[in-house]
């Protein structure tokens, strides 16, 4: 059966599954593959902008290997106000996803090929002539040849899509940046340690890890590995800036946190931030479950939803 996408309006595939309630499935193919409980009203699309941010949020979670948790009023509600990505970033959606179609020079293919619907919703884009201003991007930096044939990625091109899959969308992993002080011990052991696991994914701090090497080198290549990144700015850690900045220059999620009693010592360029506060660890576990849930969809070893 097929019914418009709640999301997009194309025409989807549509199905249910019978649990302790009946959900709804949609296969789009712009969107991907989401699922939301058929007896609660979702919020109407009332601009481009948001049918781009739910469109591309629901086609990360299944780069992701997840199809998103129920979508709810309120996760609609909070991924339509998220800011989508850069120009540079979504750029290198497209020529990810350029490179899977087409992983050989030899191979050319024409502005069809990379201007439908999935490669739309990946790099999200409203229309095929944002794609293509993407893919001019993409020429400008010498990522493609373009010749009477149509396009060939180049060898530029294939080790920039090589070094794109660091920020392995596929993994399981969330990074923990925060201050390696013994007051914040019960903060991991009981906040952000079972927080993350909750919402399906493999929490990591550097100290915790044996490594061979400088530390920063070991930092950058775990947040590489990352799903997404934790930056605790608890006591104000110059380090956690740092990480912080690397792991949005690679275009990853950053969630920011914060104990509550230390929020006004927060600098002044991230003070506009969505921070999650906390007054105690079971409080931080709970909010940042939620938050994970919300803003990267749940991961594969996710609980039962909230």
């Known amino acids: 059966m097929e019914q418009p996408c709640e999301i997009c309006d194309n025409p989807a595939e549509y199905s249910e599954i019978k649990s302790p309630r009946l959900l709804e499935v949609r296969r789009c193919p712009r969107c991907g593959e989401f699922e939301f409980d058929g007896s609660v009203s979702l919020p109407k699309i009332t601009s481009p902008d948001e049918m781009v941010r739910l469109s591309g949020w629901v086609r990360e979670q299944n780069a992701a290997g997840v199809v998103p948790v129920p979508i709810t009023p309120e996760i609609w509600r909070r991924v339509v106000q998220m800011r989508p990505p850069g120009l540079r970033e979504r750029a290198n959606r497209v020529l990810a996803a350029v490179a899977k179609k087409f992983p050989r020079r030899d191979l050319w293919f024409g502005e069809e090929s990379v201007v439908d619907l999935e490669i739309q919703g990946i790099s999200y884009s409203r229309d095929e002539r944002e794609v293509l201003l993407l893919m001019d991007i993409l020429h400008g930096n010498r990522c493609f040849h373009c010749g009477?044939?149509?396009?060939?990625?180049?060898?530029?091109?294939?080790?920039?899509?090589?070094?794109?899959?660091?920020?392995?969308?596929?993994?399981?992993?969330?990074?923990?940046?925060?201050?390696?002080?013994?007051?914040?011990?019960?903060?991991?052991?009981?906040?952000?340690?079972?927080?993350?696991?909750?919402?399906?994914?493999?929490?990591?701090?550097?100290?915790?890890?044996?490594?061979?090497?400088?530390?920063?080198?070991?930092?950058?290549?775990?947040?590489?590995?990352?799903?997404?990144?934790?930056?605790?700015?608890?006591?104000?850690?110059?380090?956690?800036y740092f990480e912080a900045g690397f792991a949005l220059g690679l275009g990853l999620t950053v969630i920011p946190t914060c104990r509550a009693d230390d929020v006004d010592e927060l600098g002044f360029d991230i003070k506009h931030l969505n921070t999650l506060l906390c007054n105690s660890p079971a409080e931080l576990a709970e909010g940042l479950n939620r938050r994970i849930r919300a803003v990267v969809g749940g991961g594969p070893d996710a609980l039962d939803p909230m």
Not at 199 to 212: C, E, M, Q, S, T
């Open 148 to 240: 009477s044939a149509g396009f060939s990625i180049s060898v530029n091109g294939f080790l920039a899509a090589e070094a794109l899959e660091g920020a392995n969308s596929s993994s399981v992993q969330g990074f923990v940046a925060m201050w390696f002080d013994e007051s914040l011990q019960d903060a991991w052991t009981s906040g952000f340690d079972p927080g993350i696991r909750a919402a399906g994914f493999h929490p990591v701090r550097i100290d915790n890890k044996d490594y061979v090497g400088g530390i920063s080198d070991e930092i950058m290549a775990e947040i590489r590995r990352s799903r997404f990144v934790v930056a605790d700015y608890t006591g104000q850690r110059n380090g956690v």
